[in-house]
C-alpha cells in the first residue's frame, strides 16, 4: 500500500513509523527543511516529551473530547515513545508534575532521534514539500496529493498538519482547509494553553517579573464561581500574564460559558495568594513580626521581606496608603488591609492572546467524523487524521505531545 502522510511533527513521523513497520511504501511531506520542528519550542526548549501517569490517568488530562483517545492511547501509551526514544540512546528522567523530559535537557536530541528512525524505516522523506490540495475519485476515495509541481498517487492519506499555535513552525492551518474541502466540519480554532490579556495598570508595570510557589485562581465574580486554581509559577508581562498556571487555566477559561460576553463585563478575575503556605492569621503574625522590627523605617521600605521588590510599589497603590507613613503608624485596620491584598491579589482578565502564540490549538476536525479506533475519516475513505488537527486538547505536562504519538501510531497501523 502506498501512504503518503502530510506534516513531519511528531504526529506525522509516529505515522511513519508505524506505517512503514507494516510494510507500507511511505512518503513523509515536509514543508520546513527537517522534520518536528514545534518539538524544537516545547518544554522551553527542552522538550516535556510525555506524562509518567498511567494511561487510564491521560483522559481526565484532556479537557477536549479525552474519551475519544481511549483506543489511540491503548495503542501507543507513554511507555512506547521512552522505549522508542531510548533504542535511539536518548535516556529521560521524570520530573515534578510527572513530567518526562530528556536527560540531556535537549528537544533536538528528541526530535533527531525520532527523525533517524523514520530513516531506518526507509520512508520517502520530502522537505520543502509544500501540500496545496487532496485528491479523491468519484467513490470518495483517495486518490492522490498535489503539490504545486506535482501530483503524488495514493492509496491511503494521513493529514498530521498540526494546528495553528507557533505558526513559525509550519502550523499554518492548511490541514483545517484540506478537511474542510472534503467534507469535514471544522470545530472553531481557539488558542488553549495560551497567555491571557490582564489588567495593563499592574501588569505592564511588573513585567517580566516570575512568581513561584503561589496560589492562583480564576473566578467569576459575577456567578461567585471558581473556574479554575492551581499552584505554581507565573509570570507578568505587557499584555498581561503567562507561565505554566496561567497557560493550563486558560485551557479552562476557553470552554466556560458564555466566556466571551463574561469578559466583556469584567467579571473574570485572577486573583494570587502571594503567600500560599500562610493563613491569614499566621501571614497577619508575620507581618506584624516584621513591621515590629522595623517601626521606624517608612513604609515603603517595610515591605523588603514579603514581595519581590518590583512589586512593592504597585502594592502600596492599591493598598492606597501613604508611603511615606512610619511603619509605627500603621493601624491594625491598614494591617488587615495589606494580608488581603497578599492573599487576594486581584487583576482583571480581558482575553486570550491570538491562537499563533499559544501552545496549543483547541478546534479542529469533528471527532464526530474519525473513527476513534483507527483514525480514518468517515467521510472519505483513506483517509486519516493525526494529532493536533483533530478537535483534541490537554493541559500541560507532556499529554499534548502523547496525544499526537499515539493518534500518529494508530493512523499509520490501520491499513
Given amino acids: 500500500m502506498k501512504v503518503v502522510i502530510v506534516g513531519g511533527g511528531p504526529a506525522g513521523m509516529l505515522a511513519a513509523i508505524s506505517s512503514a513497520k507494516c510494510g507500507n511504501e511511505v512518503i513523509l511531506l ?6 518536528g520542528k514545534k518539538i524544537l519550542v516545547t518544554g522551553k526548549g527542552r522538550c516535556n516529551i ?6 487510564s490517568d491521560f483522559i481526565s488530562n ?3 473530547n479525552g474519551r475519544f483517545l481511549y483506543s489511540a492511547f491503548q495503542n501507543f501509551t507513554n511507555q512506547d515513545i521512552i522505549e522508542i526514544l531510548k533504542s535511539e540512546k ?4 521524570e520530573e515534578r508534575g510527572n513530567r518526562i523530559f530528556p536527560v540531556s535537557d535537549k528537544a533536538e536530541d528528541v526530535r533527531r532521534a525520532l527523525q533517524k528512525i523514520v530513516e531506518k524505516l526507509d520512508v520517502d522523506i520530502r522537505f520543502n514539500s509544500e501540500v496545496i490540495g487532496i485528491e479523491v475519485d468519484d467513490e470518495n476515495r483517495i486518490k492522490s496529493v498535489k503539490l504545486k509541481n506535482e501530483s503524488i498517487k495514493a492509496d491511503k492519506v494521513i493529514l498530521a498538519t498540526g494546528g495553528k499555535s507557533y505558526s513559525g513552525t509550519g502550523s499554518t492551518g492548511d490541514g483545517y482547509k484540506f478537511a474542510q474541502m472534503l467534507g469535514h466540519t471544522i470545530k472553531p480554532i481557539r488558542g488553549s494553553l495560551v497567555p491571557l490579556i490582564a489588567d495593563k495598570s499592574i501588569c505592564s508595570r511588573l513585567q517580566g517579573l516570575s512568581l513561584r510557589n503561589v496560589s492562583i485562581k480564576i473566578v467569576d465574580i459575577e456567578e461567585n ?5 492551581d499552584f505554581g509559577e507565573m509570570l507578568f508581562t505587557h499584555f498581561g500574564v503567562s507561565g505554566p498556571t496561567i497557560l493550563s487555566s486558560s485551557s479552562h477559561l476557553l470552554r466556560y460559558k458564555g466566556i466571551d460576553e463574561k469578559l466583556k463585563n469584567k467579571s473574570i478575575k485572577l486573583l494570587i495568594d502571594l503567600k500560599p503556605s500562610l493563613t491569614t492569621e499566621q501571614l497577619d503574625a508575620r507581618v506584624l513580626r516584621d513591621f515590629s ?3 521606624n523605617k517608612q513604609f515603603k521600605n517595610s515591605l523588603d521581606k514579603l514581595v519581590p521588590k518590583k512589586m512593592i510599589e504597585v502594592l502600596i497603590d492599591l493598598f492606597k496608603i501613604n508611603p511615606e507613613k512610619m511603619v509605627n503608624e500603621v493601624t491594625k485596620e491598614e494591617r488587615n488591609q495589606l494580608v488581603q491584598i497578599l492573599k487576594n491579589l486581584e487583576i482583571n482578565i480581558n482575553g486570550f492572546r491570538p491562537v499563533e502564540e499559544a501552545i496549543i490549538t483547541a478546534g479542529g476536525v469533528d471527532t464526530k467524523e474519525i473513527n476513534p479506533k483507527t483514525m480514518e475519516s ?3 475513505s483513506g483517509l486519516f487524521f493525526a494529532g493536533e488537527i483533530i478537535d483534541v486538547d490537554a493541559y500541560t505536562g507532556g499529554f499534548n505531545l502523547q496525544i499526537a504519538y499515539s493518534t500518529g501510531y494508530t493512523a499509520g497501523m490501520n491499513n
Fill in 50 to 55: 510525555t506524562s509518567s501517569l498511567d494511561m
Fill in 225 to 229: 464561581k471558581n473556574i479554575y486554581d
Fill in 293 to 295: 522590627e522595623i517601626k
Fill in 62 to 64: 484532556v479537557p477536549g
Fill in 30 to 35: 515536509e514543508k520546513n527543511q527537517i522534520l
Fill in 90 to 93: 536518548v535516556m529521560v528522567k
Fill in 378 to 380: 468517515k467521510i472519505i
